[in-house]
């Protein structure tokens, strides 16, 4: 069974989606689209912008959405999925690229969560960080002793956890992680506390946005991050979407799931190669690759 995965942020890189502007009109339409609907020329920034200018939350999530669905959209019947899943904002993506969401209502979706993610920085800084080397149960552990709000924010792949929460509550587990033994304790270079308690602003603003847009049963099952479970039904995807903002992305069981229900290979729809990366780190032998366009 095909296994398809959308990139979340931190895929993003100079230059992305221009080959696919230059060499294909579909995706050309769908680019000039987009800068319609977002009100400001995206595509300016992803093709000819710096790294400093896509790291803008705005700017980041609708840029990588782009360029997965543009690309799920362009290989056309090349996009046969038996299975999908995305990475944070990702999930989006293989909303849209199995037909679950219309290209317009899932930038827009995209849009207002980066703006909500970005006004709940605003109201309430926090940090993340990356632990190395230590146990799923460790990390659990060490953040729920804490009195400081600090949760397990991303699975990524066996023995490495993000941890997220307030700025004290990360410095006070990033010491404790350390003492216990894990190989690094990494502060990561965002300006809020995505997946926590602290997005909830956040998470009322686009449940909002969720309620009001029109769902359709996707194509086939998309495995969900909140719980890594897999979803057809419109109420249960909806409801997940929402929660995923404050809940941990659990994509470390997502993929282990999806090789227990069959998945015989992974296709990467999206800038980068971080996803295939954590796939390998649960199945090495299991086959990835990146989409690309014959």
């Given amino acids: 069974m095909k296994a398809y995965i959308f990139p979340g942020q931190g895929a993003q890189f100079p230059g992305m989606g221009k080959d696919l502007y230059e060499q294909n009109e579909l995706a050309r339409e769908l680019f000039e689209q987009a800068n319609e609907i977002l009100g400001f020329r995206i595509t300016d920034i992803m093709f000819d912008g710096t790294e400093e200018d896509l790291k803008?939350?705005?700017?980041?999530?609708?840029?990588?959405?782009?360029?997965?669905?543009?690309?799920?959209?362009?290989?056309?019947?090349?996009?046969?999925?038996?299975?999908v899943a995305g990475h944070s904002l990702g999930e989006f993506s293989s909303l849209v690229a199995t037909g679950a969401l219309s290209f317009e209502d899932g930038l827009r979706l995209v849009a207002a969560r980066a703006n909500a993610m970005q006004k709940a920085c605003e109201i309430q800084p926090g940090a993340m960080a990356a632990i190395l080397g230590l146990d799923d149960f460790t990390?659990?552990?060490?953040?729920?002793?804490?009195?400081?709000?600090?949760?397990?924010?991303?699975?990524?792949?066996?023995?490495?956890?993000?941890?997220?929460?307030?700025?004290?509550?990360?410095d006070a587990a990033c010491i404790k992680m350390t003492e216990a033994g894990?190989?690094?304790?990494?502060?990561?270079?965002?300006?809020?506390?995505?997946h926590s308690p602290l997005m909830e602003a956040a998470r009322v603003e686009l449940e909002a946005a969720i309620v009001n847009t029109e769902f359709k049963e996707p194509i086939c099952p998309v495995y969900q991050n909140i719980d890594a479970k897999p979803y057809t039904d419109i109420e249960h995807i909806k409801h997940n979407l929402i929660a995923q903002l404050t809940g941990p992305v659990r994509w470390t069981q997502t993929v282990e799931q999806m090789l227990r229900d069959g998945a015989s290979s992974f296709t990467e729809v999206?800038?980068?190669?971080?996803?295939?990366?954590?796939?390998?780190?649960?199945?090495?032998?299991?086959?990835?690759?990146?989409?690309?366009?014959?």
């Fill in 182 to 194: 894990a190989k690094r304790a990494l502060k990561l270079n965002v300006g809020g506390a995505f």
């Fill in 270 to 294: 999206g800038p980068g190669k971080v996803l295939q990366g954590l796939v390998k780190k649960v199945n090495r032998d299991i086959p990835t690759a990146s989409a690309v366009i014959e």
């Fill in 139 to 170: 990390v659990e552990d060490i953040c729920q002793r804490l009195t400081d709000v600090v949760v397990p924010a991303n699975y990524n792949c066996p023995g490495q956890l993000v941890i997220s929460g307030t700025v004290a509550g990360v």
């Fill in 56 to 83: 803008q939350t705005n700017v980041t999530q609708p840029a990588i959405f782009l360029h997965s669905v543009i690309l799920a959209k362009v290989l056309g019947d090349d996009f046969a999925p038996d299975m």
